[in-house]
């Protein structure tokens, strides 16, 4: 990223993200401590007590913003609310703070310090505080004013990180790893094995299921609240278009103009973008060196006919791999930066217009690539921009003339309820729905969340408030109320049937294979059992503990996946009829494929030593941790847990 930091890019737009960087390397202190010091309106008050230790809500809202943005920089745009609330924050927050105050007082309790010499060489590596290499005091105020922290907060902070680091240390000092447990992770890792087992679903039960009214009656009596007609309304509206009434707006005074511009500068942005052309020598991802340093040597021999004058177009078109751009003498477009894979991306943003690259190796082969044309991000003026924003505000007012008209219809008619006379005084028709319930589309307006719930809220004869949407603002009153009501069996007699089919087809696929399986172990084989109930055995393939909780033609399930790797040659047989998904699963072991040792190179024995190596220091922390937090007195504001309580 920080290839975008050029020496010609002077644009506010790029010191904003320099300062970004810089400031990534330094929040992180402040992941977990937050700014020691401050106070604000609620710092006066402790949101936690670790025994002796009170945290103040600043920092454990420090330390939660630190974590939603780390955690959104992780996840980008599939970072939603649903996730944030699954992520459980706040409580993340809390436990980290609380493990910080804990470790802070052990090794505060052992009797570790910190010099100042300690302080100063660690603050002094940070690159966010450099400058050609070198600690800069000049810039190491310059970040902590930009970030509001004083150097007495930031040197607090890092004496109890350093602090908590040489426990950290102690902790963890003795720590090593085995042979043995070196051996038995590979072959837990690599030890396979193949399953036989048989799939029962409900769904193959269902037309066994016999109906006989006093029992289809019984259940209906049963689930009367499942078949609930749900309350349904249709609406008389009125829809007022911003796009009729933008022919009333015409003149923008100057600094209407200027304020849009400035209040919208996003949508004027000039994203940083580059057209390039390449040739590709293709080589396979199974290639030896040899057949690689053949495929090298051919683009080598065309980036030197491209050094003798050699046109561009022309050898792509015969000479490179990529079918989709050959034929186009080798054009790639217009493309911003990170949309290409990371080695071809760095060259091309590192060359100017005209420029051909030097052989560029990455997954697919190598390429040779020549920059056409390059734009740097920056951001239009109002006058380049003048056309947009002009249009741009003629939406805007016209949206904010139909609300206000949509409005003035809704104070004037309210008390009546007249959406005739509001729709003569704004020369509109009125537009009728049919009926729909609150998980419809409604008929002419679609899925707008704000109009049904509005809708649903009204009583008869009532005018809804204004609802303003992408379509315009929607002025409505109910037509027509059907209250929600049970229906007679008969009525939905299909529905019930279908449903019973399904809940009694679960209880019939549980009862066969609770008795295949007793015949499995009678039998002592599950395909004789099989064979016998005239039910199809298969086959998952060969797998290892590697795949976690997944089971190859199976699904996840982490109970099968440990009972399957309890199985041997002694004992094969599945014990218990397992649950996935909406069916049952019995298992027998058909094949096992014992690791062999004589695989375990030392690249292999390096990776899982040093992954064992961390499991096990981090095993130490947290026992650690587990027997503080047992011993410790601690308590939670009231306010602060009304707060996670009611997320």
Same mark, same amino acid.
């Given at each position: 990223m920080l290839q975008l930091i050029r020496t010609k890019q002077k644009t506010f737009i790029v010191r904003v993200i320099f300062w970004v960087i810089i400031a990534a390397f330094v929040g992180t202190v402040f992941l977990v401590w937050g700014r020691g010091g401050d106070s604000g309106p609620a710092g006066t008050n402790a949101a936690l007590q670790v025994n002796e230790t009170k945290i103040a809500y600043e920092e454990y809202k420090s330390a939660y913003s630190n974590l939603y943005n780390l955690y959104q920089g992780i996840y980008r745009e599939s970072f939603t609310p649903q996730l944030e609330k699954q992520l459980n924050l706040p409580q993340k927050a809390i436990d980290q703070l609380i493990g910080q105050a804990l470790m802070m007082q052990e090794a @505060?309790?052992?009797?570790?310090?910190?010099?100042?010499?300690?302080?100063?060489?660690?603050?002094?590596?940070?690159?966010?505080?450099?400058?050609?290499?070198?600690?800069?005091?000049?810039?190491?105020?310059?970040?902590?004013?930009?970030?509001?922290?004083?150097?007495?907060?930031?040197?607090?902070?890092?004496?109890?990180?350093?602090?908590?680091?040489?426990?950290? @240390?102690?902790?963890?000092?003795?720590?090593?790893?085995?042979?043995? !447990?070196?051996? !038995?992770?590979?072959?837990?890792?690599?030890?396979k094995i193949n399953l036989n087992f048989v799939r029962l679903l409900p769904a193959s039960f269902e037309n066994k299921v016999k109906i006989e009214n006093e029992a289809l009656e019984a259940y209906f009596k049963e689930q009367q609240e499942d078949f609930r007609q749900p309350e349904r309304i249709s609406l008389r509206y009125l829809q007022f278009d911003p796009a009729r009434y933008e022919k009333e707006i015409a003149n923008f005074a100057d600094a209407e103009l200027e304020r849009y511009y400035r209040r919208n500068i996003d949508l004027f942005e000039i994203k940083e973008q580059a057209k390039a052309s390449h040739i590709l020598i293709k080589v396979d991802k199974d290639a030896?060196?040899?057949?690689?340093?053949?495929?090298?040597?051919?683009?080598?021999?065309?980036?030197?006919?491209?050094?003798?004058?050699?046109?561009?177009?022309?050898?792509?078109?015969?000479?490179?791999?990529?079918?989709?751009?050959?034929?186009?003498?080798?054009?790639?477009?217009?493309?911003?930066?990170?949309?290409?894979v990371a080695p071809?991306?760095?060259?091309?943003?590192?060359?100017?217009?005209?420029?051909?690259?030097?052989?560029? !190796?990455?997954d697919f082969g190598y390429h040779i690539i020549k920059l056409e044309e390059y734009i740097e991000p920056g951001v239009k003026t109002l006058a380049e921009s003048l056309d947009a924003v002009k249009n741009g505000l003629r939406a805007e007012k016209s949206r904010q003339l139909v609300y206000e008209k949509a409005m003035d219809a809704y104070n004037i008619n309210r008390k009546s309820g007249d959406l005739e006379a509001a729709a003569k005084a704004n020369d509109l028709g009125i537009k009728e729905t049919g009926l729909f319930d609150r998980t419809d589309a409604i008929d002419g307006i679609g899925r707008e969340e704000e109009v049904i719930a509005a809708a649903f809220s009204l009583n008869n004869g009532e005018l809804a408030r204004p609802v303003q949407t992408t379509q315009g603002v929607f002025l409505f009153n109910i037509k027509e109320?059907?209250?929600?009501?049970?229906?007679?069996?008969?009525?939905?007699?299909?529905? &019930? @049937?279908?449903?019973?089919?399904?809940?009694?087809? &679960? !209880?019939?696929?549980?009862?066969?294979?609770?008795?295949?399986?007793?015949?499995?172990?009678?039998?002592?084989?599950?395909?004789?059992?099989?064979?016998a109930a005239k039910v199809q055995v298969e086959e998952t393939g060969l797998f290892s503990s590697s795949y976690g909780a997944f089971v190859p033609r199976v699904g996840s399930s982490q109970e099968l996946s440990d009972a399957a790797f309890a199985l041997n040659t002694e004992s094969p047989l599945g014990q218990v009829v397992f649950k996935q998904g909406e069916g049952y699963i019995l298992i027998s072991l058909k094949q096992t494929e014992k690791a062999d040792l004589k695989n375990l190179g030392t690249a292999e024995h390096k990776k899982i030593e040093d992954k064992l190596l961390a499991q096990k220091k981090d095993a130490a922390i947290s026992d650690k941790l587990k027997v503080l937090k047992d011993a410790a007195q601690i308590s939670i504001d009231p306010s602060l847990s009304n707060e996670l309580a009611g997320r």
């Amino acid at each position: 990223m920080l290839q975008l930091i050029r020496t010609k890019q002077k644009t506010f737009i790029v010191r904003v993200i320099f300062w970004v960087i810089i400031a990534a390397f330094v929040g992180t202190v402040f992941l977990v401590w937050g700014r020691g010091g401050d106070s604000g309106p609620a710092g006066t008050n402790a949101a936690l007590q670790v025994n002796e230790t009170k945290i103040a809500y600043e920092e454990y809202k420090s330390a939660y913003s630190n974590l939603y943005n780390l955690y959104q920089g992780i996840y980008r745009e599939s970072f939603t609310p649903q996730l944030e609330k699954q992520l459980n924050l706040p409580q993340k927050a809390i436990d980290q703070l609380i493990g910080q105050a804990l470790m802070m007082q052990e090794a @505060e309790k052992t009797g570790f310090d910190v010099s100042k010499d300690e302080l100063v060489a660690s603050i002094a590596t940070y690159p966010a505080f450099q400058e050609d290499g070198k600690f800069s005091r000049d810039r190491y105020i310059q970040v902590l004013n930009y970030e509001r922290i004083s150097p007495e907060q930031f040197e607090a902070s890092q004496r109890r990180q350093l602090l908590v680091d040489k426990l950290r @240390e102690q902790l963890q000092q003795n720590i090593s790893v085995s042979a043995k !447990e070196i051996e !038995e992770s590979y072959r837990a890792e690599n030890d396979k094995i193949n399953l036989n087992f048989v799939r029962l679903l409900p769904a193959s039960f269902e037309n066994k299921v016999k109906i006989e009214n006093e029992a289809l009656e019984a259940y209906f009596k049963e689930q009367q609240e499942d078949f609930r007609q749900p309350e349904r309304i249709s609406l008389r509206y009125l829809q007022f278009d911003p796009a009729r009434y933008e022919k009333e707006i015409a003149n923008f005074a100057d600094a209407e103009l200027e304020r849009y511009y400035r209040r919208n500068i996003d949508l004027f942005e000039i994203k940083e973008q580059a057209k390039a052309s390449h040739i590709l020598i293709k080589v396979d991802k199974d290639a030896d060196a040899a057949q690689k340093e053949v495929r090298r040597a051919l683009a080598a021999s065309i980036l030197q006919q491209l050094h003798e004058g050699a046109d561009f177009a022309t050898l792509a078109r015969t000479k490179s791999d990529d079918p989709g751009s050959a034929s186009k003498g080798g054009e790639l477009g217009y493309f911003g930066r990170g949309t290409m894979v990371a080695p071809f991306d760095n060259a091309v943003f590192s060359m100017s217009p005209g420029d051909i690259s030097e052989l560029v !190796e990455t997954d697919f082969g190598y390429h040779i690539i020549k920059l056409e044309e390059y734009i740097e991000p920056g951001v239009k003026t109002l006058a380049e921009s003048l056309d947009a924003v002009k249009n741009g505000l003629r939406a805007e007012k016209s949206r904010q003339l139909v609300y206000e008209k949509a409005m003035d219809a809704y104070n004037i008619n309210r008390k009546s309820g007249d959406l005739e006379a509001a729709a003569k005084a704004n020369d509109l028709g009125i537009k009728e729905t049919g009926l729909f319930d609150r998980t419809d589309a409604i008929d002419g307006i679609g899925r707008e969340e704000e109009v049904i719930a509005a809708a649903f809220s009204l009583n008869n004869g009532e005018l809804a408030r204004p609802v303003q949407t992408t379509q315009g603002v929607f002025l409505f009153n109910i037509k027509e109320r059907q209250p929600s009501i049970i229906p007679e069996l008969k009525d939905v007699r299909a529905a &019930v @049937e279908a449903a019973y089919r399904k809940v009694k087809a &679960v !209880e019939l696929a549980k009862e066969t294979a609770d008795k295949l399986l007793q015949n499995v172990l009678a039998k002592k084989s599950l395909n004789t059992a099989a064979k016998a109930a005239k039910v199809q055995v298969e086959e998952t393939g060969l797998f290892s503990s590697s795949y976690g909780a997944f089971v190859p033609r199976v699904g996840s399930s982490q109970e099968l996946s440990d009972a399957a790797f309890a199985l041997n040659t002694e004992s094969p047989l599945g014990q218990v009829v397992f649950k996935q998904g909406e069916g049952y699963i019995l298992i027998s072991l058909k094949q096992t494929e014992k690791a062999d040792l004589k695989n375990l190179g030392t690249a292999e024995h390096k990776k899982i030593e040093d992954k064992l190596l961390a499991q096990k220091k981090d095993a130490a922390i947290s026992d650690k941790l587990k027997v503080l937090k047992d011993a410790a007195q601690i308590s939670i504001d009231p306010s602060l847990s009304n707060e996670l309580a009611g997320r």
